[in-house]
């Protein structure tokens, strides 16, 4: 869509709560502008508490889909009339695509995260994964990495919630925060699904026991630079921040939504120059 929007063109948008800093906008925006589609996507700031009514007025408003961040993952997955299994067992939605029958819910991030470690080569069917957090992102990831093969360390502050994320995965154990110090040198992939960074916080453990041969992912991607990927650089590991995995997931959206493959490098390139 190269004008302004009209009457005819369709809306799709991403709610949250705070929402200004998302950079979905400007990722969808780019590949409905690449593919000459007369779509649009905005961001809807929608306060805590409102999330099912905002998911359940898709329908009403004719829009075309439906982002989800927090805090409202969990009331979408309560508004949709359907979810698929990954939703269903994260009893969580961050994409709600209309249908015939009404709204679906899915869970992209999972797969969003498995492919942007796929871009960097990394085997995770022998792979020992150590995930920091318990939160929504965390248990996507561990989900999605239960089909792997991989072998998973979760790593919470809480040791409850630890428990009922790693048990997304069958290969999965709880490790305290404590014991980080001595694990984290003998993984392969180092993943940081929590919000830790996003201040300049430092990562729960010792930056000199990350070893030149591990992967260091970070779901954070504004700062771009958390000190855990400075740290990773620092001492020869490959490093990567947040944004693969938000376009990835962006993309298998999006794909749902217009039927159509979503052109990655624009995505890639606009999530980048924002």
């Not at 590991?237 to 990655?264: C, D, K, Y």
């Given at each position: 869509?190269?004008?302004?929007?009209?009457?005819?063109?369709?809306?799709?948008?991403?709610?949250?709560?705070?929402?200004?800093?998302?950079?979905?906008?400007?990722?969808?925006?780019?590949?409905?502008?690449?593919?000459?589609?007369?779509?649009?996507?905005?961001?809807?700031?929608?306060?805590?508490?409102?999330?099912?009514?905002?998911?359940?007025?898709?329908?009403?408003?004719?829009?075309?889909?439906?982002?989800?961040?927090?805090?409202?993952?969990?009331?979408?997955?309560?508004?949709?009339?359907?979810?698929?299994?990954?939703?269903?067992t994260l009893r969580a939605v961050n994409t709600v695509v209309v249908e015939a029958g009404g709204l679906l819910g899915d869970s992209t991030d999972g797969e969003g995260f498995l492919r942007a470690a796929t871009d960097e080569r990394v085997d995770l069917a022998s792979a020992h994964v150590v995930v920091l957090g318990s939160g929504g992102a965390a248990r996507a990831i561990v989900q999605a990495l239960d089909a792997t093969g991989a072998r998973i360390s979760v790593a919470a502050r809480r040791a409850d919630a630890g428990r009922e994320c790693a048990a997304l995965a069958e290969a999965a154990h709880v490790v305290g925060l404590d014991e980080l110090d001595e694990i984290i040198p003998n993984a392969d992939v180092v993943v940081n699904a929590t919000p830790v960074g996003m201040q300049g916080e430092d990562p729960p453990f010792s930056s000199d026991r990350i070893t030149p041969t591990q992967l260091v992912m970070d779901i954070?991607?504004?700062?771009?630079?958390?000190?855990?990927?400075?740290?990773?650089?620092?001492?020869?590991?490959?490093?990567?921040?947040?944004?693969?995995?938000?376009?990835?997931?962006?993309?298998?959206?999006?794909?749902?939504?217009?039927?159509?493959?979503?052109?990655?490098?624009?995505?890639?390139?606009?999530?980048?120059?924002?």
């Open positions: 869509m190269g004008g302004r929007p009209t009457g005819a063109t369709r809306v799709v948008g991403v709610i949250g709560d705070p929402i200004e800093h998302s950079l979905s906008p400007v990722i969808h925006n780019a590949a409905f502008q690449a593919l000459g589609l007369d779509w649009v996507y905005v961001a809807f700031a929608v306060p805590v508490g409102a999330g099912e009514r905002a998911v359940r007025a898709t329908s009403t408003l004719g829009l075309g889909g439906l982002s989800v961040t927090m805090p409202h993952k969990g009331p979408a997955a309560r508004a949709c009339d359907r979810l698929t299994p990954t939703a269903a954070v991607y504004a700062p771009r630079e958390t000190p855990l990927l400075a740290a990773a650089r620092a001492r020869g590991a490959s490093a990567v921040n947040g944004i693969p995995m938000l376009v990835h997931q962006a993309a298998i959206s999006f794909e749902r939504w217009t039927g159509q493959a979503p052109p990655l490098d624009v995505m890639r390139a606009a999530a980048e120059a924002s």
